[in-house]
């Protein structure tokens, strides 16, 4: 039975936010998150202020307030300040951030409507609101809070309760044009801030994205020099040992093929030196300059010529197991050792997840503008968390001994360096698909 849909995962691991780790996150998506509690606070001593007001006007000043209604807006203020994290570990903390403004927000019109309505000084409240929002909310919430704030400002020129001391501006009966000409004020500062400081904090996002960018491209390059250290020191180091083993192992085979030899002993001679090239050739493959190939560029191939060379450069087993499907047109300039090392990394992932039992297609297409290689396997998929990990340099699945966690990583870096994209997509117990993509300079047919 296939899968459903909702099975199906998928990361692309070019994507910064496939591979950063949580700390490096935009204060975009971690603003709401460290506003919250702050802003917990702020309402807190917003209400103590409002409670204070409205007891000195109504008992020192002598100006008669509805305070048995008044005190019903404050006290949900602070019910919702009790239960808002609650709430947010249900909805999330931006949701339940703007919900609470848009909240404080109605509350506040609430307070208005019973002191005063429009003439009363405090109607600037609303404005917090609305730049709290532009600072660490969605443009989307700024512009409802804004709307939501201009149209409770209007309700109030249509119910409230007179407060004489603030009316003393004005002696008109009913429509007071100085109070219309306050809520006019009152939009165009709103539509004024909403646009100017919002215009503001998302050029700041996108500058902050744009650093998180080179750290995190800072933090790759040197990730590859570390590893070139590291494989150059190895290669340094084994590279006589290695020498003197071949040198030796290839004298052992000579004089075992003299007449009245061991046979046996020179295979295993043979063996030895085999071992020893597999060793030279890991060592070259930790190296950074197997996913860089600085200097190398590109060539034009035929796509069925590049599949079948990387089946060839496979073990004799694992070579009847990988099916190729090469798909018009034919041609394409890539860097070809790059490309083929990086396909014959995919391709070994993919026999190593199907165990070596069955069968890995490995295809190539152009889409018109990009070059599509696929390696699909039948072996046991991956959860996302190791799809989304999958690139990481030194992460690997495999058991101690069996791998070193650097060949996907490298592909990853090949594909960055021209401008590709490497994707997984895998299906629990089905397979797991590698999508590696990169532009085409040209091809023909």
Not at 55 to 83: E, K, Q, Y
Request: charged share 20%; glycine share 8%; hydrophobic share 45%.
């Amino acid at each position: 039975m296939t899968p459903p849909d909702s099975l199906r995962l998928r990361a692309c691991v070019t994507e910064r936010s496939a591979h950063a780790p949580a700390d490096l996150r935009p204060a975009g998506e971690l603003a709401p998150s460290l506003a919250l509690p702050w802003i917990v606070k702020l309402r807190y001593g917003v209400l103590g202020g409002l409670s204070g007001l409205i007891l000195l006007t109504h008992f020192v000043l002598g100006i008669l307030l509805p305070i048995r209604w008044l005190a019903i807006p404050l006290a949900l203020m602070a019910s919702t300040n009790l239960l808002v994290y609650r709430f947010a570990s249900r909805v999330g903390d931006r949701p339940a951030l703007g919900y609470l403004l848009a909240f404080d927000t109605l509350a506040l019109t609430a307070l208005l409507a019973l002191t005063g309505g429009p003439a009363n000084p405090l109607t600037l409240l609303y404005l917090v609101q609305i730049t709290l929002s532009a600072v660490v909310l969605s443009k989307e919430w700024t512009w409802s809070l804004g709307i939501l704030s201009v149209l409770g400002f209007g309700f109030l020129f249509w119910v409230h309760v007179r407060v004489s001391v603030f009316e003393a501006h004005h002696t008109t009966e009913g429509f007071s044009i100085h109070l219309a000409g306050m809520w006019i004020a009152f939009a165009a500062a709103t539509l004024l801030v909403t646009v100017f400081i919002g215009k503001v904090s998302e050029a700041l996002r996108r500058r902050e994205q744009e650093v998180l960018a080179l750290h995190d491209l800072i933090g790759r390059h040197e990730r590859l020099a570390s590893i070139a250290t590291l494989a150059a020191g190895a290669a340094h180091e084994l590279g006589t040992p290695l020498g003197t083993i071949a040198i030796t192992s290839r004298d052992m085979e000579l004089r075992t093929m003299k007449p009245g030899g061991d046979l046996e002993l020179a295979a295993d001679a043979r063996l030895v030196r085999a071992e020893v090239e597999r060793c030279r050739s890991i060592l070259q493959r930790m190296s950074a300059r197997g996913a860089e190939q600085p200097g190398e560029l590109p060539v034009r191939i035929q796509l069925s010529e590049l599949l079948e060379k990387v089946r060839c450069d496979l073990p004799v087993p694992d070579r009847e197991l990988v099916e190729l499907i090469a798909q018009s047109p034919g041609w394409a300039e890539l860097p070809a050792d790059a490309a083929h090392q990086a396909l014959v990394a995919l391709v070994k992932n993919g026999l190593d997840a199907a165990n070596h039992e069955q069968p890995v297609t490995l295809s190539a297409g152009s889409t018109g503008q990009s070059v599509r290689f696929v390696v699909t396997d039948r072996g046991c998929g991956m959860s996302q968390d190791t799809l989304n990990r999958v690139a990481e340099p030194f992460f690997t699945t495999k058991p101690t001994g069996q791998g070193m966690g650097l060949g996907t990583y490298l592909v990853r870096v090949f594909a960055e360096q021209l401008g590709g994209r490497l994707v997984f997509e895998s299906e629990p117990g089905k397979g797991t698909k590698a999508i590696l993509e990169m532009p085409l300079v040209a091809h023909g047919e």
